[in-house]
């Protein structure tokens, strides 16, 4: 006699399921399968990179019977397309029809006539009522340009958003006061200034500071994940005095080689909170020139007592990146890689990241001069 299973316990079994071909043929098993499976499913839905075809096809499905289906969205990823587009029409009615998302994100489209300014309040108005939903999450993922009178009313009108990224917008005077606003992306300071004095940011991430970081000592306070691109580690300490809080800390360095960097940690001393660094490269390109080892990490892990990791990036630009990972009291690297895209730069930087072993005839990365292949067959027999 075959056991019967709670349906808790198999919807628990079924959240572990990932990938959507197998969520796909659970859906066609049974129509007990097909309840379970299509809340995950449905849970993250992306338009990027699909034909028009496809799409459309898509867009049948998930807007049948009575749009049921179109309940389970959380999460939705959107190419910027013209409004002349035919599917600019089909996009705007499921933005009406998916009162539960959470997260929104825009990515550079495949279409070669995407509009060169992008307007959120006329695409989210529509062609019928506004959308329902209420996001915790909105992402811009392009080069391409925002309309900032839409973003104004966009994001008046989604005070619950608690992640912005708006990672090519330049301008401050967009951004209105957001009370949960936790995690913030930016193109640079200054379009991250008003949301850091009015609100309690703890992730921040601007992508080009070449400046000083002349905020008041407030909105830096709160800040416990910083990432951010530099040209010297010393534009860093007085800043470092204003972030008590300080945790991990991931900065990409324009001009400064990796055994450099290393050697100067001393001026973030200020932060006694900080136990992870991450160093990210900017310009691989003479590396080879500026080789380093283990006992640079040493070096630097005696200057600032307070680390516990270094993480070092092995190849620039991946979109799941990996690093040579350096824990403190450990004699030799290990290499983590990311579980989640380089956009998805807030999660845990140890729980989300998965440890794989240095292949043997992998070559040295980035000068590093130490011996990796022990390490990896040291794991392998741990």
């Known amino acids: 006699m075959a056991a ?26 049974s129509h007990a399968f097909r309840l379970l499976a299509e809340p995950y ?78 307007d959120l309040q006329d695409f989210l108005n529509g062609p019928s009522s506004p959308p329902a939903f209420v996001l915790k999450h909105f992402a811009w993922h392009s080069r391409r340009s925002l309309d900032s009178v839409g973003l104004t009313w966009f994001l008046t009108n989604h005070k619950s958003l608690e992640y912005l ?6 301008t401050a005077d967009a951004i209105p006061t957001l009370p949960r606003l936790r995690v913030l992306h930016t193109l640079n300071l200054a379009a991250a200034r008003r949301s850091l004095e009015t609100n309690q940011v703890t992730h921040l991430r601007i992508n080009n500071c070449t400046a000083s970081l002349d905020l008041d000592d407030a909105a830096l306070r709160n800040v416990v994940v910083f990432d951010l691109c530099l040209n010297t580690l010393e534009e860093l300490s007085d800043a470092a005095v204003r972030m008590p809080n300080l945790e991990c800390f991931a900065i ?13 940690l001393s001026v973030l001393k200020a932060a006694t909170k900080l136990h992870h660094l991450r160093i990210r490269i900017a310009v691989p390109r003479h590396w080879q020139d500026h080789p380093w080892d283990h006992n640079d990490v040493l070096n630097a892990f005696d200057s600032l007592p307070s680390l516990s990791h270094i993480s070092i990036q092995l190849v620039p630009a991946s979109h799941f990146p990996e690093y040579h990972h350096f824990t403190k009291g450990v004699l030799r690297p290990t290499k983590l890689r990311s579980l989640y895209p380089e956009l998805e730069w807030w999660h845990d930087w ?9 292949a043997p005839n992998e070559p040295p990365k980035i000068g590093y001069q130490g011996d990796l292949h022990d390490a990896a067959g040291e794991d392998e027999t741990s």
């Open 165 to 170: 990224s708006l990672m090519t917008f330049n």
């Open 41 to 118: 499913l449905y849970n993250d839905v992306s338009f990027c990179q699909q034909r028009e075809r496809t799409i459309h096809s898509f867009l049948l499905g998930l807007t049948a019977a009575g749009g049921r289906c179109t309940h389970f969205v959380k999460r939705l990823r959107l190419p910027i397309i013209p409004q002349l587009s035919r599917l600019y029409t089909s996009y705007q009615i499921v933005l009406t029809l998916v009162p539960n998302l959470e997260d929104l994100q825009f990515y550079p489209s495949w279409s070669t006539s995407s509009p060169r300014r992008f």
């Open 350 to 358: 140890m729980e989300d990241h998965a440890t794989v072993p240095f």
């Open 4 to 29: 019967i299973i709670p349906v808790e316990i198999a919807r628990i079994i079924t959240r572990f399921v990932k990938d959507k071909q197998s969520l796909l043929n659970l859906l066609l098993a």
């Open 252 to 264: 990409n360095l324009l001009s400064s080689p990796i055994p450099t960097t290393l050697s100067r």
